[in-house]
């Protein structure tokens, strides 16, 4: 089945920016979505198709994907952005069509 | 304002079964494919279910198949989960959630859980 990558965390400077990659063969003819989960909170939908946000997202967030990585990246870094992030996809390659869900990063922010 | 409630959750014996719920409100249920996600205590999120608008197209996560069963009552605006033959790994919050874009399934709005403990 398919297999989404990611890496268990990332940290970065308030003001700067995070980068959070989404690894997956051949990635990039899916569409990625991102979810932004706070504890104790269900997650939150902050990039989906690749690069479309949704209403009341900053910005800030934007999404890339190309070749076996996608990309969520965060720019001007502050506080309330530190959380657990998550890609997901939708295969339909298979006879079983399914969600997949990447291993997610948590975002500390210094 | 949309709104997804869900309930039925609580502690349960292995090889027991629960059915959780989840009431739909401020958007039209009936148009709208819907899913089940768990996340596990400390572990990231596992899809489960899903279920499309007139619950056609129904798929499983290979881990509940044959063990849980989605449904949905357009009528009621509730989607469900029968939950037979449960394990300790199903000990997870599990949430509903709508897909926003059937082209592409994904999940523009969540409920806050409901708990589903499976222990002796």
């Known amino acids: 089945s398919y297999v989404l990558t990611q890496p268990p965390s990332v940290s970065v400077a308030p003001g700067q920016t995070a980068r959070i990659t989404c690894g997956g063969n051949n990635i990039g003819s899916k569409s990625v979505h991102w979810y932004q989960q706070k504890p104790g909170q269900a997650p939150v939908l902050v990039v989906y198709?690749?690069?479309d946000r949704p209403s009341g997202i900053p910005e800030r967030f934007s999404g890339s994907n190309s070749g076996n990585t996608a990309t969520l990246t965060i720019s001007r870094v502050e506080a309330g952005d530190e959380a657990d992030y998550y890609c997901?996809?939708?295969?339909?390659?298979?006879?079983?069509?399914?969600?997949?869900f990447g291993g997610g990063t948590k975002l500390t922010v210094l | 304002e949309v709104q997804l409630v869900e309930s039925g959750g609580g502690l349960v014996k292995p090889g027991g079964s629960l059915r959780l719920s989840c009431a739909a409100s401020g958007f039209t249920f009936s148009s709208y494919s819907m899913n089940w996600v768990r996340q596990a205590p400390g572990k990231g999120l596992e899809w489960v279910s899903s279920i499309s608008s007139s619950s056609s197209y129904i798929y499983y996560a290979d881990s509940v198949k044959g063990r849980f069963t989605i449904s949905r009552d357009n009528a009621k605006n509730s989607l469900y989960l029968q939950m037979n033959s449960l394990r300790a790994e199903d000990t997870a919050v599990y949430y509903c959630?709508?897909?926003?874009?059937?082209?592409?399934?994904?999940?523009?709005?969540w409920g806050q859980g409901t708990l589903v403990t499976v222990s002796s």
């Open positions: 997901q996809v939708w295969d339909s390659s298979s006879d079983h069509p399914h969600v997949v």
């Open positions: 959630a709508r897909v926003h874009l059937a082209t592409i399934w994904d999940f523009d709005y």
């Open positions: 198709d690749d690069s």
